[in-house]
Every structure is written in C-alpha cells, then in structure tokens.
Nanobody
Framework: VQLQASGGGLVQAGGSLRLSCAAS????????MDWYRQAPGNQRELVAR???????NYADSVKGRFTISRDNAKNTGYLQINSLKPEDTAVYYC??????????????WGQGTQVTVSS
C-alpha cells in the first residue's frame, strides 16, 4: 500500500489549492485520513481529519478555510485550502489508516507536498 500526495504549489495570499492523497495497492478501504503540515523549525501538526463515517475535525487555525473530504470509490482523500495565508506555508502530509486485502490494517504516510504562500 502506498499514499501519494499531490497538489501543492506556490500561490499568493488569498488563493486556493486542492491537495490530493491517492492510495494504491491491495486496498479494501480507507478507514480514516488525516492531513498534517510541518513548517520549517516547527513540529508536524494535525490540521484536518476525516473518520470512517465521514466526521471531520479541524485545527482551530484552519477552521472555515480548509475542507477535508474523501472519495471512497477512488481511494483518494482531498484537502481544499482556501483563503491561504503566508503562515500556511509548510509541507503537507497525508496519513491514512487503510484496510488492505488479507485483513491487514495499517497506518501509512504520503511523501508530502509543499505549499508556499507569498504575501
């Protein structure tokens, strides 16, 4: 099982990006998915979570601007980021709990995608 994050880039403040996290391999289902971010010199922080039932949670710093979603048919999760601020600049990582064939349930990380917001 692998996770591939994509969609990062350089945008001006106030702009938007849509990050994707695609799971591949012998996947039965994505149980839950998180998005984290890590800015230089900072610890990795959780910004959004979507549960198996679709319940979402957000860090206070991104509420109202970030939206996490998932497409179970495509085994892909998304993070829509609106009203970007320079302080959103970071490497964004997806993390997922995935049930794969054979009954295995594992925790997987994507490789990260850079989001840079210019003022």
């Amino acid at each position: 099982v692998q996770l591939q994050a994509s969609g990062g880039g350089l945008v001006q403040a106030g702009g938007s990006l849509r990050l994707s996290c695609a799971a591949s391999g012998s996947i039965v289902s994505i149980v839950a998915m998180d998005w984290y971010r890590q800015a230089p010199g900072n610890q990795r922080e959780l910004v959004a979570r979507i549960s198996s039932g679709g319940t979402t949670n957000y860090a206070d710093s991104v509420k109202g601007r970030f939206t996490i979603s998932r497409d179970n048919a495509k085994n892909t999760g998304y993070l829509q980021i609106n009203s970007l601020k320079p302080e959103d600049t970071a490497v964004y990582y997806c993390n997922a709990v995935i049930r794969s064939s054979g009954g295995r349930v594992g925790n997987y990380w994507g490789q990260g995608t850079q989001v840079t917001v210019s003022s």
